[in-house]
């Protein structure tokens, strides 16, 4: 098999690997495709914390494909069964994973591009978000996972203020259901509207989606009393300040609504594998780009520099059935 091995920072290498042996109770899948995260961006990048090189196929985890052979005690898998699975080496030909990480791809998504990792991650945050009916939900920062907890909280019945950088992702949050979009560009005046169009009194859920202190601070200052401030944004580059003392004021419930638990990855998955059936959650706009393995790096450096009408990378592998 083949795989993209990060030996340093910026160097992607595709090597040539012996395929993994699978254990009991795993499947090995051919992929796909793998979507390409933003969390990637600090190995490619290089932090002082990580060590060179990784793992064959490290670190893709948004993959899906074709199981191609199953490992004894496996019962509910076949080879030739599509699927989406969660794992943690999928820039590769092929990757392995438990059984109980993969979710089968029904054939009414037959050829569809389907990463069930990032899927799972919004319906997981939709769901500790709580959505209800009637309520203001703004959410700060519109990209793939951005859009899709639009869609899932118009969906509901609550009235979306989507706020973004650019004007290319503010027109994917109107077309994902946004009643109201802001650009994020002048923090005060962002306040000021957010709370006219609340009555003074600022929304029952903000949604943080960027990962970065100003949207952070943004944020939590939308939030009405005894509302909840939603992190979805991944921290990655340091330690954070926060307002306690006004966060305290207000009683919000703040939420960090990352899983790390994998069976409720798998739970996110299952619902978003429904929700795509069911129409109610269409990722097809929100996947934008598309590059062989071979272009792993071109991948990441896209996502790094987000281009207009940037939302997400895919890395498409061709497999053969």
């Not at 030909?93 to 569809?112: F, Q, S």
């Not at 503010?170 to 609340?198: K, N």
């Not at 009555?199 to 944020?219: F, K, N, S, T």
């Not at 998955?269 to 062989?292: K, Q």
Request: proline content about 7%; aromatic content about 6%; charged content about 25%.
């Amino acid at each position: 098999m083949q795989a993209a091995v990060l030996t340093s920072p910026r160097t992607i290498e595709i090597q040539d690997v012996e395929p993994p042996r699978l254990q009991p109770g795993q499947v090995r899948i051919a992929i796909e495709g793998c979507g390409v995260c933003a969390s990637n961006l600090p190995p490619f990048e290089g932090r002082e914390w990580f060590q060179y090189p990784f793992a064959p196929g490290s670190p893709g985890h948004e993959g899906w494909g074709v199981v191609d052979e199953v490992g004894p005690g496996v019962r509910d898998l076949n080879a030739g069964d599509r699927v989406t699975f969660l794992s943690s080496a999928a820039y590769a030909t092929h990757d392995v994973a438990p059984a109980e990480h993969v979710v089968k791809l029904p054939d009414a998504l037959a050829g569809r591009e389907l990463p069930g990792e990032p899927l799972a991650c919004a319906m997981n945050i939709f769901r500790r978000s709580d959505v209800r009916p009637e309520q203001t939900v703004a959410i700060v920062g519109i990209g793939f996972l951005g859009a899709a907890l639009t869609a899932l909280a118009s969906r509901a019945g609550a009235r979306v203020i989507a706020i973004s950088r650019r004007r290319s992702s503010l027109e994917l949050a109107e077309r994902f259901g946004a009643a109201v979009t802001i650009p994020m560009e002048d923090h005060g005046r962002i306040v000021s509207e957010v709370l006219e169009r609340t009555g003074g009194a600022g929304c029952e859920r903000v949604i943080e989606a960027v990962g970065a202190q100003w949207p952070l601070d943004l944020a939590a200052e939308l939030v009405r009393v005894r509302g909840r401030l939603v992190i979805a944004g991944y921290h990655q580059d340091g330690p954070r300040q926060v307002d306690l003392q006004s966060w305290n004021w207000r009683g919000l419930d703040v939420v960090n609504a990352h899983e790390r638990d994998p069976a409720q990855y798998v739970r996110g998955m299952r619902e978003a594998v429904d929700a795509v059936v069911a129409g109610h959650l269409d990722p097809a706009p929100l996947i934008t780009h598309r590059f062989p393995l071979e272009r792993l790096g071109d991948a990441l450096t896209t996502t790094a520099e987000r281009p207009d009408g940037f939302v997400k990378a895919l890395i498409v592998n061709a497999v053969e059935r």
